[in-house]
């Protein structure tokens, strides 16, 4: 199966502000693997902004691994609102650049704060653009390998084990130790199997893996 070509997306995330006429705009970028992370950073923002006037998402992330596809080649869900704003004038615009600048694996929020002016639906646009284009510069745009989750459980005896595996190779986990310990790990797609194959092996094939 071939592996998946580098993608573009944000080194991390970032924040641009600027004011239109009164109005305050700010464009919030992050990185974002699945449509959960992207809604959850959306509800972010929008809770630590609730007292503005419109809190604007765009996001495309992969939308589930398809059996057609190889890992990490998901169809992408884009996604866009204009929460308020005319129709067209908000969402869109925020989205048309995320496309434009061939970034995935992103979502981005752009906050305003109405100043007593209005600006038209050309004047929004324009705005709403420009917030997701300095909040791109804002972020940097780097190429990423596309990764893919993998999920493991493990006993007490073999945790110790299965830690020190991921921890030798270098990639993001997480841990949750409950009756059994279930790792959480984002691992290049390229090295995936491989990996699992040294974790059944070290663990004579007790370990769990998803």
């Known amino acids: 199966m071939a592996t998946p070509e580098p993608y573009r997306t944000v080194a991390g995330r970032a924040s641009a502000e600027f004011t239109v006429q009164g109005s305050r705009f700010i464009g919030h970028l992050a990185p974002a693997d699945t449509v959960a992370d992207a809604e959850a950073f959306v509800d972010e923002v929008c809770a630590e902004y609730d007292d503005a006037t419109h809190n604007v998402p ?14 990490g080649e998901a169809m992408l869900r884009e996604y866009s609102s204009d ?7 908000a969402g869109k615009p925020a989205l048309n650049v995320l496309e434009q600048q061939e970034v995935r694996n992103v979502v981005a929020v752009v906050t305003r704060y109405y100043g007593g002016t209005n600006l038209g639906v050309g004047g929004l646009a324009r705005a709403y653009s420009r917030a997701v284009k300095e909040g791109l510069d804002a972020a940097g745009v780097v ?10 459980t493990a006993t ?55």
Do not use: K, N, Q, W
């Open 143 to 152: 190429e990423e390998e596309p990764h893919e989750r993998v999920a493991l």
């Open 58 to 71: 765009a996001y495309r992330v992969p939308a589930g691994d398809s059996p057609s596809r190889a890992p």
């Open 83 to 89: 929460d308020g704003e005319p129709t067209g004038s």
């Open 156 to 210: 007490y005896d073999d945790s110790g084990t299965v830690r020190g595996i991921l921890e030798s190779t270098g990639v993001e986990f997480e841990a949750d130790y409950d009756a059994d310990v279930t790792f959480e790990a984002r691992v290049p797609v390229a090295d995936a199997d491989g990996l699992r194959d040294r974790l059944r092996s070290a663990t004579s094939g007790r370990v769990d893996i998803e």
